[in-house]
């Protein structure tokens, strides 16, 4: 059994190949490991995390990018489905330089730890996790995203992206064992707890509950994703833990069936037919298709009688987590690979589309009314690509701009005159234009929209994911349009089509700030038009699904 096992998640150790970071220090001579134990330094904690978080911010492990190109080689991958794959195939290239993570956010930092009955350290193993963290997010080109609550109504950030999440438990060996995560907000977003009764507990019914569920999580999480699914838990908590756990892949070698000792274990015959569910849904990899999901796991785990906990959580396209190990042997981290381009087709375009799907070229340096004029004859669907200026503004700067029209009445004049891109870049490298400079979630913005447009502004917005249904309605009463780009690719955005970037308001934001930057290409779709047609509403509307795939229960 692994140091990971227990008797509710009785896993054996994950099939990982390991890369020593640093050999250690032999024992003294005369003296076992069996009577010295396992002393590790602070330092030996502090060098593996801050190796750790480093490697996923940059690199993927191999079956994830697999994954990715199997969309590219599959007949029945829409058009839609093999861009997004070959877009993320390019973000990967391009991360994998180390300089540029693959996502602008990079996370809150998650650490899980089991430290072997006889390993020894001095018993502050969290400050020395923290450290790593500290210096991984400080010297690397990352972001902090953690805030600090001042009261109850007030933040700041914490300008280290510590805290972090740490659980440290126990088990029997020699080692001291990791898993680290780097967990967005977009993907964290989508974990969920449901609290059901016995009635779920029959096929027909269970799948039905979770499509109706998957339609609702949308695509703002940046899809493919790895999808995981638990049933049951002594407790809410430890379900949603287990569903975390699960969609980073550390529970695959659990068994493959129950037993009156109560264990969890994994239901790969459901497992299967979830996945088919969700290729058949017509969501696909964000933009309509087969490919919301890579893979499914589900874990069923034993409940008390009167109660049922469902979790459901994501692992994104930023797919963030590696192994790591420190043993008398060395410290060692989980190979990830570091060669992505090897997965890259030899013709990027015939990868992408059709020969004969050309995007619709946007000249965003007119006047806005000529801009909208351009996007009024598209269909919700239309690729389209951005050339010119826009404006970028995300949630805190969409807090100070309603803050300023309450004190003014009016909007700023950038967001009356350019398209609004909500996004927040990583930190910029040295001798580069921009950091990763993906977009983000647009539903966080959706209850300012209505009072923008009302005011003349805001009028073309950019960023990832479905909406909710009123800004449909808010867009045909203002002639607004929301337009969508691929959830993932920030390295690739900020390599490729970004050619300037300035802070022209509120500066005091940092990496928050609102910014006006110069694109060139920049890949979108139409996704919400001045008629208030949503193409998410038309996805689910002409789903894939031609029938039931389910079985039927009493």
């Known amino acids: 059994m692994s140091q990971w096992s227990s008797s509710l998640l009785p896993v054996t150790d994950p099939a990982v190949t390991w890369v020593k970071i ?59 489905d093999r861009a997004v794959a070959l877009d993320l195939l390019k973000n990967a290239s391009i991360s994998a330089g180390g300089v540029l993570p693959m996502c602008q956010d990079t996370g809150t930092a998650m650490v899980y730890a089991r430290r072997g009955h006889n390993v020894v350290t001095d018993g502050a193993d969290y400050s020395y996790i923290e450290e790593g963290i500290r210096r991984s997010y400080a010297e690397d080109n990352l972001r902090y995203s953690q805030l600090a609550p001042l009261t109850a109504w007030t933040e700041v950030n914490t300008q280290s992206n510590l805290p972090a999440e740490i659980d440290i438990g126990f088990s029997q060996g020699s080692n001291y064992e990791f898993l680290f995560i780097a967990k967005g907000g977009g993907g964290a977003n989508k974990t969920f707890l449901y609290q059901e009764t016995k009635e779920l507990l029959r096929e027909a019914t269970f799948l039905e509950f979770v499509e109706d569920k998957l339609r609702s999580l949308g695509t703002a999480a940046c899809p493919p994703y790895h999808l995981s699914l638990v049933i049951g838990g002594p407790s809410a908590d430890f379900a949603v833990k287990t569903a975390k756990l699960g969609a980073a892949h550390a529970l695959d070698t659990l068994p493959r069936e129950g037993s009156e000792q109560g264990h969890g274990f994994r239901d790969v015959e459901l ?39 469902v979790a459901l959580a994501v692992s994104c396209s930023a797919d963030r987590q590696a192994f790591g190990r420190i043993s008398r042997d060395g410290i060692f981290l989980e190979k990830l690979d570091k060669d992505p381009a090897r997965f890259l087709p030899e013709s990027f375009d015939s990868a992408a589309a059709d020969s004969d799907v050309t995007p619709v070229t946007v000249n965003l340096d007119v006047p806005m009314a000529d801009i909208l004029t351009q996007l009024e004859g598209l269909e919700v669907g239309t690729r389209v690509t951005l050339s010119g200026r826009m404006i970028v503004a995300r949630d805190l700067a969409h807090a100070a701009i309603r803050d300023q029209i309450n004190t003014t009445g009016t909007l700023p004049d950038y967001l009356l005159h350019h398209p609004v891109y909500y996004a927040a870049p990583a930190k910029t490298p040295e001798g580069l234009i921009s950091g990763s400079f993906g977009p983000t979630t647009a539903g966080r913005m959706d209850g300012y929209v209505e009072e923008f447009q009302s005011l003349g502004g805001s009028l073309i917005m950019l960023g990832k994911g479905n909406r909710s249904p009123s800004i449909a309605r808010v867009c045909q009463k203002y002639s607004g349009f929301y337009l969508a780009t691929v959830g993932g690719p920030a390295a690739l955005i900020a390599q490729e089509n970004i050619r300037s970037l300035e802070v022209i308001d509120f500066p005091e934001l940092g990496l928050e700030a609102v910014y006006a930057i110069d694109v060139v290409n920049f890949p979108a779709y139409v996704v919400i038009d001045n008629h208030g047609s949503d193409l998410y509403d038309a996805i689910s509307k002409t789903s894939l699904r031609l029938g039931p795939t389910r079985t039927t229960e009493d």
């Open 22 to 80: 640093s050999e250690r220090d032999p024992l003294p001579d005369g003296q076992t490991e069996a009577m010295a134990g396992v002393s590790i330094a602070g330092s030996e904690i502090e060098q593996l995390t801050r190796q750790a978080f480093h490697e996923i911010s940059h690199f993927l492990r191999t079956d994830h990018l697999e994954s990715l190109s199997a969309i590219l080689e599959d007949p029945e991958a829409s058009v839609n």
């Open 271 to 309: 497992e299967a037919k979830v996945l088919r569910l969700t290729q058949e849904m017509g969501i696909g990899a964000q933009f309509g298709g087969k490919y919301f999901c890579h893979d499914v796991r589900v874990v069923r785990l034993p409940r008390h009688t009167g109660s049922l906990p």
